[in-house]
């Protein structure tokens, strides 16, 4: 199995940056295809932000995020990230990152076998 851990969630002001950091541990990102971000907002059920594929970086992003958030990934570090620009209020939730075998139905969460824990970004007005 493999241990995913978030970091880097925190407080900013719209229009500010962040950077998310899936870290793996116990067995590579390598031994998975891909590697997505779902976030969940209070009184909202969690939803797809964005997924890239181990091998060869190939990226999907839910239309709210396109052009904003930039997920990518260090084979060297075994980590994924998020990068997130342009900060909207709308983006207030907790951010997950989870890891599955394979590239179909990658914006379902049913796809995703491993969770990491969360981390809550809050964007204010």
């Known amino acids: 199995q493999v241990q995913l851990v978030e970091s880097g969630g925190g407080l900013v002001q719209a229009g500010d940056s962040l950077r998310l950091s899936c870290a793996a541990s116990g067995r590579t990102f390598s031994n998975y295809g891909v590697v997505g971000w779902f976030r969940q907002a209070p009184g909202k059920e969690r939803e797809f932000v964005a997924a890239?594929?181990?091998?060869?970086?190939?990226?999907s992003y839910a239309l709210s995020v396109k052009g904003r958030f930039t997920t990518s990934r260090d084979n060297a570090k075994n980590t994924v990230y998020l990068q997130m620009d342009s900060l909207k209020p709308e983006d207030t939730a907790v951010y997950y990152c989870?890891?599955?075998?394979?590239?179909?139905?990658?914006?379902?969460?049913?796809?995703?076998?491993?969770w990491g824990q969360g981390t809550q970004v809050t964007v204010s007005s």
């Open positions: 989870a890891a599955a075998s394979r590239w179909t139905d990658v914006k379902k969460e049913s796809g995703y076998a491993f």
């Open positions: 890239v594929a181990w091998s060869n970086g190939l990226t």
